[in-house]
T-cell receptor, first 115, second 111 residues
């Protein structure tokens, strides 16, 4: 597609509910990143995929957070048993190949509100 | 662990002023550095990318410099306009092209 697409744009979840957030990266981009952005803060790194391999998940805040990219394109970030502190905007980014010339492109994000 | 600091945290200026936004990062082993703009409730828009081998990049009224060895980057905005009002984020890319962000500089340009 023309850009990184995320769905849904907005999600309201009751505390304890499981949610799944989807990211469609730019076609052909091998690298995919997930970030969490709290209100008034910069994005915080969660996890990174190169094709279908999850190479870095050091930013996932707890074992309730799980991400996958089974076919190396679309990715899903799943949050189990949501808590109020999970309320944030979740951003997805993708990069192509091209070494240090390669830009990261971001989607519009999914705003998650846990009530 | 890479840490990114942006100064000032917020800035309010009259239209027409030239601005300097500062970014510092702790780990100089970066591949490139991007400056992004974020409007309220929106995603991130890439403004400029500087490769690690470059010293600066220019796009229109924007100029970004990079001093990798000292861990600093500067975004210069010439002749600011109200439409420049947004949050500006500095983001060095490190191993695996993982991009780490600062908290941003919130800019308000008054008409």
């Amino acid at each position: 597609g023309a850009g990184v697409s995320q769905s849904p744009r907005y999600k309201v979840a009751k505390r304890g509910q499981d949610v799944a957030l989807r990211c469609d990266p730019i076609s052909g981009h091998v690298s995919l990143f997930w970030y969490q952005q709290a209100l008034g803060q910069g994005p915080e790194f969660l996890t990174y995929f190169q094709n279908e391999a999850q190479l870095d998940k050091s930013g996932l805040p707890s074992d309730r957070f799980f991400a996958e990219r089974p076919e190396g394109s679309v990715s899903t970030l799943k949050i189990q048993r949501t808590q109020q502190e999970d309320s944030a905007v979740y951003l997805c980014a993708s990069r192509g190949t091209g070494g240090s010339r390669t830009e990261a492109f971001f989607g519009q994000g999914t705003r998650l509100t846990v009530v | 662990k890479q840490e990114v600091t942006q100064i000032p945290a917020a800035l309010s200026v009259p239209e027409g002023e030239n601005l300097v936004l500062n970014c510092s990062f702790t780990d100089s082993a970066i591949y490139n550095l991007q400056w992004f703009r974020q409007d309220p409730g929106k995603g991130l828009t890439s403004l400029l990318l500087i490769q690690s081998s470059q010293r600066e990049q220019t796009s229109g009224r924007l100029n970004a410099s990079l001093d990798k060895s000292s861990g600093r980057s500067t975004l210069y905005i010439a002749a600011s306009q109200p439409g420049d009002s947004a949050t500006y984020l500095c983001a060095p890319a490190e191993r695996g092209f993982k991009t780490i962000f600062g908290a941003g500089t919130r800019l308000f340009v008054k008409a």
